[in-house]
Each structure stands twice: as C-alpha cells, then as structure tokens.
T-cell receptor, first 114, second 113 residues
Framework: DTGVSQNPRHKITKRGQNVTFRCDPI?????LYWYRQTLGQGPEFLTY????????KSRLLSDRFSAERPKGSFSTLEIQRTEQGDSAMYLC????????????FGPGTRLTVL | GESVGLHLPTLSVQEGDNSIINCAYS??????FIWYKQESGKGPQFIID?????DKRQGQRVTVLLNKTVKHLSLQIAATQPGDSAVYFC????????????FGQGTTLQVKP
C-alpha cells in the first residue's frame, strides 16, 4: 500500500453513461497525476496537477474527459458519454517535488464500458 | 511522439540467477529515469530511480545502469526470487518543465523455481 487510494476499484457502465473516479493522494504531496493503462501496455499520461492548478493535459484527454483538484488534495476524473474505447485501468499517482521525482501509484480503477 | 521502449516482452530466468532487463529511450533531454514493478491487478510499485548526472545506482538487490551515449537503461536484479515475477516498466521524465512520466511497454519477468 503506497498511501494513494482510488475509488471505486471497479466500474462497469453502459456506453453513453458518465462516470467519475476519485483519487486521494499522499497528504503532503503537491503533485497528482492521472494515467490510463490498457492491457499489455505501459501507463499513458493523461494530466497532472501541482496543488490545485492543472499544469498539463495530454492529447489523449478528449473533451469528454475532465479532471479537477479543487482544494489541492483529492482529485476527480470524469468521463462523459463513455465509449467502449474508454475501457482501461485509470491510475492515479502523487509525488512531492517540482521536477522529475518518484511517483507513488494507487491501485487503479478498472473501467469496463459495455 | 517519443517513447521509452523495452527490448524484450518476456524474460524467463531460474530462481537464484541474476536478471537483466533492458530499456531504450529516445529523448536525449530526459533527466530522470525510474523503474517500476507491476503485479497483476495492482498499480506500479517503485523499484529504483536515477538522474541523468549519474550512470549507476544501487539498491537492495537491484542496480540501475544509465548509458546516455546510446540512450540505454538497464535494471539488474541479483539472486532473482519467485516474488520478483511481475511486469517491469522503465519510464522517463522528458524535461524539467513537466512532471509527467513516459512509460515503455514493459517486460514480463518469469522466475522458474
């Protein structure tokens, strides 16, 4: 257990529905990251926050995706109008720093879109 | 876009032998590299990291080697144990202006008893 928690651990939804995931980072960490991982692949960067500011978004993050970290603590990732291609493991990580440093990953939320 | 890749998708070793997992990266500006271990159904777990001003770093039973000339990274695991069986990813931080990590596709390490 790294100290990063994610909820729910599993989510099954029907195409077209909206889903929201939550990540609680290690409390003193200023940076929070979202990644997506599909079977057999490495995690792909989606977005990250430094405190409450969203500093970078990947081209993978379409308009249907939105992430927030309103108070610089927990974060939510919402996917609107889900598609089957959104099925993946969504990983959250946190770190303390201002450049490259160790990121602590949560267990992930596995999304299945039917 | 740029990516970090691993040379072999699967590596099978005998328990007690040493394992070497290789990784090639493409971004010469990357200044931080990290190895993660991922077991089935779990998030990636930190193993060891190295900054670009170093060429070797040792941990407990693990060593990371960085060759910036050929943009190559390796992870050495000494006396491999069954508990080391997992997927191993290398990742790079492409510049000091971003916190993101770029991951390779992973090498599955299988340890035979």
């Amino acid at each position: 257990d790294t100290g990063v928690s994610q909820n729910p651990r599993h989510k099954i939804t029907k195409r077209g529905q909206n889903v929201t995931f939550r990540c609680d980072p290690i409390s003193e960490h200023n940076r929070l990251y979202w990644y997506r991982q599909t079977l057999g692949q490495g995690p792909e960067f989606l977005t990250y926050f430094q405190n409450e500011a969203q500093l970078e978004k990947s081209r993978l993050l379409s308009d249907r995706f939105s992430a927030e970290r309103p108070k610089g603590s927990f974060s939510t990732l919402e996917i609107q109008r889900t598609e089957q291609g959104d099925s993946a493991m969504y990983l959250c990580a946190s770190s303390w720093g201002t450049s490259g440093e160790e990121q602590f990953f949560g267990p992930g939320t596995r999304l299945t879109v039917l | 876009g740029e990516s970090v890749g691993l040379h072999l998708p699967t590596l099978s070793v005998q328990e007690g032998d040493n394992s070497i997992i290789n990784c090639a990266y493409s971004n010469s500006a990357s200044d931080y590299f990290i190895w993660y271990k991922q077991e089935s159904g779990k998030g990636p777990q930190f193993i060891i990291d190295i900054r670009s001003n170093m060429d070797k770093r040792q941990g407990q039973r693990v060593t990371v080697l960085l060759n910036k000339t050929v943009k190559h990274l390796s992870l050495q695991i000494a006396a491999t144990q069954p508990g080391d069986s997992a997927v191993y990813f290398c990742a790079e931080n492409p510049s000091s202006n971003t916190g993101k990590l770029i991951f390779g596709q992973g090498t599955t390490l299988q340890v035979k008893p």
